[in-house]
């Protein structure tokens, strides 16, 4: 299979786990035959550096010519410190999701036993969570019109759906549904705001086309609570732009570490793949951050050209380093694995160099990092 793909490496540690999830794409083309291209963009600070656009024309339309895009990260604590700045790295991600209509966001949440000990909830809350958030993206209070008052002591942020986005990304999830274990959650606050009473008026329309699915409806504030005391409820949880946003940081504790998410955007054209976590420019430059993020977005990517059996591979490589404590900084702060070899491992893993019971730990120790 041959497949074009724009990688967008993006500012902070975009780059350096963006570099070990294109290595495991090219370890899956190398063992499957596969052709993967791929054409490098700008977006985010990185872009405004180099061009004064958080997200170029020509990136777009690279994006629109190819079959999936990887993203890194964005962001930079030098806007973050500065509410002021007219132009923002975010903005480039923004009005990417937009241009390309990139409007379900998928953000599975899993947790693994080698991580449990990591997440601030008991075990028995978290065995067996799985999960998937369908977060709408390219509407609501993220891209309603915005004002501030000439004196600046007043803004607004209007929120406004319309039913056809509420119906689109509804469709997918409900489908997505009924291939797992046919129960779907929908998250608003539909007590209090006017666009939360159309989801759930919609919801409860396009449900009756779904008879196998069974819908419960959850305001977002006792949702946030129930992730956390009883997550193993949920299955399918739709929800739109701002309130996925909050929810699915939240549920990331559940999986022992932000760095483990993958998210895919779907929309109209090309999809976009990228880890949930953000730019973490502290960790930039270090080889310490966590590569399994991009690289189970790349098994994304995958399940997305119907590559089934090599998404499978790259997440049973991923297992394999869980389980045998190669792990970066975030997951083992006193013995860790860098970036690099996290990502070298995987990769050869995928291409059968490393049999399971024949690991050589002594090598592997000789890159390994300690703390005296
Ligand atoms: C995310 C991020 C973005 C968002 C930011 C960087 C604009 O937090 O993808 O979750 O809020 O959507
Ligand atoms: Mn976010």
Redesign the pocket.
Known sequence: MKKNITVINGDGIGPEVTAQAVRVLNAVAEKFNHHFSYTYCLMGACAIDQTGNPLPDETIETCLNSDAILFGA??DLKYDNDPTAKVRP?QG??KLRKSLQLFA?IRPIVTYSSLHHLSPLKESKLTGVDFVIFRE?TGGI?FGKKTLSEDQLQASDECVYAASEVERIAHIAFQHATLRKKKLTLVDKANVLETSRLWRRTIQQIAAQYPGVAVDYMFVDNAAMQLIVSPQQFDVVLTE?MFG?II??EASVLSGSLGMLPSASYGICTALF?P?H?SYPQAAGKDIANPIGSILSVAMMLDYFNLLTEANVVRQAVNWTLQNGFVTKDIDPINFYFTTTVGELISDFVLNNIKIDEINRENIELRKSTII
């Open positions: 964005i962001g975010e991600l923004l966001n993206l993220y732009n946003d699915s940081d990228e949930i953000g």
